[in-house]
């Protein structure tokens, strides 16, 4: 989660300012410049400036297949369904 704190209410608190933290290698998360890119677009604090859903699915990390590094297993996870499901909403 991009939202860390040393309570629920600090987390709850950062989550309602959108004070969001992408420094996720730190955490030991290898998370792509590409996947950080499109959530900080979709967590934009302004919903103004918030990627649509359209523009979301066009973004390169989409497009490129939308892979990640699973936390637990560190195997690659590939997104291909929920691209799909999102396609279908």
Not at 44 to 64: C, F, M, N, T, Y
């Amino acid at each position: 989660s991009p939202f860390h704190g040393k309570s629920y209410n600090e987390i709850l608190w950062k989550n309602k300012t959108c004070d969001i933290k992408f420094n996720f290698n730190d955490y030991g998360h290898k998370i792509s410049e590409s996947a950080t890119d499109l959530m900080k677009k979709m967590l934009a604090k302004d919903p103004k400036q918030r990627i649509s859903a359209r523009e979301a699915l066009q973004h390169d990390w989409i497009v490129g297949g939308g892979s990640f590094l699973s936390p637990r297993s560190h195997a690659p996870v590939y997104l291909s369904s929920a691209q799909e499901n999102m396609k279908k909403f």
